[in-house]
């Protein structure tokens, strides 16, 4: 019987069971025997493993975060683990891996596929920024939580006649925020990708409210440079250990300046890591379910080396080579038709 192993990495995101459960039940189709690896590379490098049946999954469909839990290992940091990982699939006779992560995860994978380790890919991350997928598992739930919280955002600053600054994830780009942000109606949204001075704000800000429109939602990416926002002094940011930065908290360095400069009650809500968590929505389940049975099927035909991707409507293949050390841009067109609608209204 053949045997594949599953595992998640990096940042856990909603839809990330669904995948698992999609891999073990298309994987017993085809009579292949499921290994779970626990807490990523890391459970692969300490042979922390446990096999996956139907009844493993059965209900996990609907459950955030992920049944096998996660991690931020670089699994070829260290070249002993290397050594570690093939001992580990040599004596427990796995043939194949399902890797399910973002960008750091599926760096690491082709590093590993580099190495004669046959595997394949599943793109997740909330911030969607995976290059040769049109959409990525977990983006779509936190897309619908950002637009709840700003639905609820707007009474209270219509009532209070504030702005409300709302600090959404997405490290260095701004699908998140942009998608969140149009769905919720905000009034204005600043990402990564394109650059603009607190003056800018200010004066469109500005121009709402000599319009008559007496409170305003904007919608910011964490990944926002601070030097853009204010003059101040703001600490170095930490690390975690995969080298990613930890935010300094651009959300409350524009409600201090835009309160300042325009002498308007501003009030900050940074959504954080509620995006991560919850229940999947429908189309995360179902994104998810598509790309693990499109990996057995990869899998099964002895096409390695890839990930799955989704492109159009349809699941197809990208090239594990392409997508490393690469991320996702919004499209600054993208952008500039979003601002043109928020335009609009005033």
Same mark, same amino acid.
């Given at each position: 019987?053949?045997?594949?192993?599953? $595992?998640?990495?990096?940042?856990?995101?909603?839809?990330?069971n669904?995948?698992?459960?999609?891999?073990?039940?298309?994987?017993?189709?085809?009579?292949?025997?499921?290994?779970?690896?626990?807490?990523?590379?890391?459970?692969?490098?300490?042979?922390?493993?446990?096999?996956?049946?139907d009844?493993?999954?059965?209900?996990?469909?609907?459950?955030?975060?992920t049944?096998?839990?996660? =991690?931020?290992?670089?699994?070829?940091?260290?070249?002993?683990?290397?050594?570690?990982?093939?001992?580990?699939?040599?004596e427990?006779g796995?043939? =194949?891996?399902?890797?399910?992560?973002?960008?750091?995860?599926?760096?690491?994978?082709?590093?590993?596929?580099?190495?004669?380790?046959?595997?394949?890919?599943i793109?997740k991350?909330?911030?969607?920024?995976?290059?040769?997928?049109?959409?990525?598992?977990?983006?779509?739930?936190a897309?619908?939580?950002?637009?709840?919280?700003?639905?609820?955002?707007?009474t209270?600053?219509?009532?209070?006649?504030?702005? $409300?600054v709302?600090?959404?994830?997405?490290?260095?780009?701004?699908?998140? =925020?942009?998608?969140g942000?149009?769905?919720?109606?905000?009034?204005?949204?600043?990402?990564?990708?394109?650059?603009?001075?607190?003056?800018?704000?200010?004066?469109?800000?500005?121009?709402?409210f000599?319009?008559?429109?007496?409170? =305003?939602?904007?919608v910011?990416?964490?990944g926002?440079?601070?030097?853009?926002?204010t003059?101040?002094?703001?600490p170095?940011?930490?690390?975690?250990?995969?080298?990613h930065?930890?935010?300094?908290?651009?959300?409350?360095?524009?409600?201090?300046?835009l309160?300042?400069?325009?002498?308007?009650?501003?009030?900050?809500?940074?959504?954080?890591?509620?995006?991560?968590?919850?229940?999947?929505?429908?189309?995360?389940?179902?994104?998810?379910?598509?790309?693990?049975v499109?990996?057995?099927?990869?899998?099964?035909?002895?096409?390695?080396?890839?990930?799955?991707a989704?492109?159009?409507?349809?699941?197809?293949?990208?090239?594990?080579?392409?997508?490393a050390?690469?991320?996702?841009?919004?499209?600054?067109?993208?952008?500039?038709?979003?601002?043109?609608? $928020?335009?609009?209204?005033?």
């Amino acid at each position: 019987m053949k045997k594949i192993a599953v $595992m998640t990495g990096g940042g856990d995101c909603p839809g990330l069971n669904a995948v698992i459960r999609s891999v073990v039940l298309s994987g017993s189709g085809y009579e292949i025997e499921t290994v779970g690896i626990h807490n990523g590379w890391k459970g692969l490098i300490d042979s922390d493993l446990e096999v996956l049946t139907d009844a493993s999954v059965s209900d996990i469909l609907s459950r955030g975060g992920t049944i096998l839990g996660t =991690s931020r290992i670089d699994p070829l940091k260290n070249p002993a683990d290397l050594e570690k990982i093939q001992k580990t699939l040599k004596e427990t006779g796995i043939d =194949s891996l399902v890797v399910i992560g973002g960008d750091g995860t599926l760096s690491a994978a082709y590093d590993i596929a580099c190495k004669g380790i046959p595997l394949v890919g599943i793109p997740k991350t909330i911030d969607n920024d995976i290059f040769g997928t049109d959409l990525t598992v977990g983006f779509d739930t936190a897309v619908a939580i950002v637009t709840d919280a700003i639905d609820r955002l707007h009474t209270t600053a219509e009532s209070h006649h504030r702005i $409300m600054v709302v600090e959404v994830m997405g490290r260095k780009t701004g699908w998140i =925020s942009l998608m969140g942000g149009m769905a919720g109606g905000a009034d204005i949204i600043l990402i990564p990708e394109i650059h603009f001075t607190t003056e800018e704000v200010c004066r469109d800000l500005k121009a709402r409210f000599m319009a008559g429109k007496k409170y =305003s939602i904007v919608v910011v990416a964490e990944g926002i440079k601070h030097e853009d926002i204010t003059d101040a002094v703001v600490p170095e940011c930490d690390r975690d250990e995969c080298g990613h930065e930890k935010f300094v908290g651009v959300g409350n360095l524009l409600g201090k300046e835009l309160e300042h400069q325009l002498g308007i009650e501003t009030r900050v809500t940074v959504l954080g890591h509620v995006q991560r968590g919850g229940i999947p929505t429908a189309f995360d389940r179902i994104l998810g379910t598509r790309f693990g049975v499109a990996a057995v099927e990869q899998i099964v035909a002895g096409n390695t080396g890839c990930m799955m991707a989704l492109q159009g409507s349809r699941i197809g293949t990208f090239p594990l080579k392409d997508v490393a050390s690469r991320i996702k841009p919004v499209n600054p067109d993208l952008y500039y038709l979003v601002k043109t609608v $928020m335009s609009k209204k005033w």
